[in-house]
């Protein structure tokens, strides 16, 4: 089985091709960081245009990597949301209409599930049930995750995403977009100890999560020190990366304590961050499980791989080309193993 996943939620277009018994054959993608970058964050509708542009060339390179022709892709899974509409819009038609035109079935994916399965792609796999912590830019979320389509959101952010909040002290320091990479790179030089930022709701009860009073605090910090020279940015930059390593640390052993799992799995965009990775791993009590840092950020191979569970399982998306903008996660779980954006056909599976 072979099965083309397709990534278009936001502004990178991710294509790869996972195959039953190989995993990843084959992976690109196309990041639009230059075509936002001038007006500092994702413009929905520059973001649906150029995944239009990229898809085909990205689908042949593909293809061309894996030394396969589009008769060998057995399935065809394609990101149907929670994500910005014109973008999934792109890649849902394309991969609903590939499938079609190949007499091939397709899946739409849930893009956060995608997230949660990419560790799923290392060699050492996580073991259920195990809790998720999911941080990517429009999601943090603490989830127990009992098997793959029964997941329970413990924790949630009451505001801001992490990696929205990263994004957003980036650009109050001057940093551009996209911003967490840009913070985690600057804080390397940084005394993580030079100022005093607080670990929202880290002192209440309960597993949910709150960033704007921590934004807040930064925004402050910018107003009052000046000069902010090199040093004193990368200061900041450091304290900041600090406090959400802190606050997140503190809510996953809270939750780790309270569930009595002993597996962790960190996913989605700020995964990748360095601070976060090796502290999580130094100081949890627990098996801590990441995906390869290049799979932390949105990719066509967790959607491939999330695709080809649900299509094993024989289900696929009826003809009609359906998405889902706002699509919460625990709703994947009315039926055990079963991914759908609307209407659910289950077929043998293939
Ligand atoms: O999962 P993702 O690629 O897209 C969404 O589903 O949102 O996550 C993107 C988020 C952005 O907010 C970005 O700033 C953040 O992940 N991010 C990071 C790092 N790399 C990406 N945050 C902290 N440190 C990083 N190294
Ligand atoms: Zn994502």
Redesign the pocket.
């Given at each position: 089985m072979s099965t083309l996943g397709i990534e278009t939620?936001?502004d990178?277009c991710g294509v790869a091709i996972y195959d039953a018994t190989r995993g990843i054959v084959a992976e690109a993608l196309a990041s639009q960081t230059e075509i936002h970058q001038p007006f500092g964050g994702v413009v929905p509708e520059l973001a649906s245009r150029d995944h239009i542009r990229k898809l085909a060339p990205l689908l042949q390179r593909v293809l061309d990597d894996a030394d396969m022709t589009l008769e060998h892709l057995t399935g065809i899974a394609y990101t149907a949301g929670p994500?910005l509409p014109g973008a999934l819009m792109v890649g849902a038609a394309f991969g609903r209409s590939l499938a079609q035109a190949l007499d091939i079935p397709s899946i739409g994916v849930h893009?956060?599930e995608g997230?949660l399965l990419a560790p799923f792609l290392s060699d050492e796999r996580p073991q259920f049930p195990f809790l998720a912590l999911l941080?990517?830019?429009?999601?943090t979320q603490i989830v127990r995750v009992q098997a793959i389509g029964d997941y329970k959101i413990l924790g949630d952010t009451l505001d801001d995403?992490?990696?929205?909040a990263?994004?957003k002290v980036?650009r109050m320091l001057g940093l551009g977009f996209?911003?967490?990479?840009a913070?985690?790179k600057l804080a390397i030089s940084g005394n993580a100890k030079a100022f005093k930022l607080p670990r929202p709701m880290t002192d209440r009860p309960g597993l949910d999560l709150s960033f704007s009073g921590l934004k807040t605090a930064v925004r402050n910090l910018v107003a009052d020190t000046s000069p902010i020279n090199d040093q004193t940015a990368a200061d900041i930059a450091a304290s900041f990366?600090q406090a959400i390593v802190d606050t997140l640390r503190i809510k996953v052993s809270r939750a780790l304590r309270e569930t009595r799992i002993q597996e962790l799995i960190v996913a989605?965009?700020?995964s990748?961050?360095?601070r976060?990775r090796q502290q999580f791993q130094l100081q949890l009590d627990a098996k801590v499980h990441f995906p390869a840092p290049h799979l932390?950020?949105?990719n066509g191979a967790m959607i491939a791989f999330a695709g080809h569970h649900r299509l094993q399982q024989g289900f696929t998306e009826p003809l009609a080309i359906t998405t889902r903008p706002r699509w919460p996660l625990e709703e994947l779980a009315d039926q055990s193993g079963s991914a759908h954006t609307g209407v659910l056909h289950r077929s043998q599976p293939h």
């Amino acid at each position: 089985m072979s099965t083309l996943g397709i990534e278009t939620s936001c502004d990178d277009c991710g294509v790869a091709i996972y195959d039953a018994t190989r995993g990843i054959v084959a992976e690109a993608l196309a990041s639009q960081t230059e075509i936002h970058q001038p007006f500092g964050g994702v413009v929905p509708e520059l973001a649906s245009r150029d995944h239009i542009r990229k898809l085909a060339p990205l689908l042949q390179r593909v293809l061309d990597d894996a030394d396969m022709t589009l008769e060998h892709l057995t399935g065809i899974a394609y990101t149907a949301g929670p994500g910005l509409p014109g973008a999934l819009m792109v890649g849902a038609a394309f991969g609903r209409s590939l499938a079609q035109a190949l007499d091939i079935p397709s899946i739409g994916v849930h893009h956060m599930e995608g997230h949660l399965l990419a560790p799923f792609l290392s060699d050492e796999r996580p073991q259920f049930p195990f809790l998720a912590l999911l941080v990517s830019g429009g999601h943090t979320q603490i989830v127990r995750v009992q098997a793959i389509g029964d997941y329970k959101i413990l924790g949630d952010t009451l505001d801001d995403a992490v990696g929205e909040a990263f994004d957003k002290v980036a650009r109050m320091l001057g940093l551009g977009f996209p911003g967490g990479s840009a913070i985690s790179k600057l804080a390397i030089s940084g005394n993580a100890k030079a100022f005093k930022l607080p670990r929202p709701m880290t002192d209440r009860p309960g597993l949910d999560l709150s960033f704007s009073g921590l934004k807040t605090a930064v925004r402050n910090l910018v107003a009052d020190t000046s000069p902010i020279n090199d040093q004193t940015a990368a200061d900041i930059a450091a304290s900041f990366e600090q406090a959400i390593v802190d606050t997140l640390r503190i809510k996953v052993s809270r939750a780790l304590r309270e569930t009595r799992i002993q597996e962790l799995i960190v996913a989605g965009g700020v995964s990748a961050n360095h601070r976060l990775r090796q502290q999580f791993q130094l100081q949890l009590d627990a098996k801590v499980h990441f995906p390869a840092p290049h799979l932390c950020t949105d990719n066509g191979a967790m959607i491939a791989f999330a695709g080809h569970h649900r299509l094993q399982q024989g289900f696929t998306e009826p003809l009609a080309i359906t998405t889902r903008p706002r699509w919460p996660l625990e709703e994947l779980a009315d039926q055990s193993g079963s991914a759908h954006t609307g209407v659910l056909h289950r077929s043998q599976p293939h």
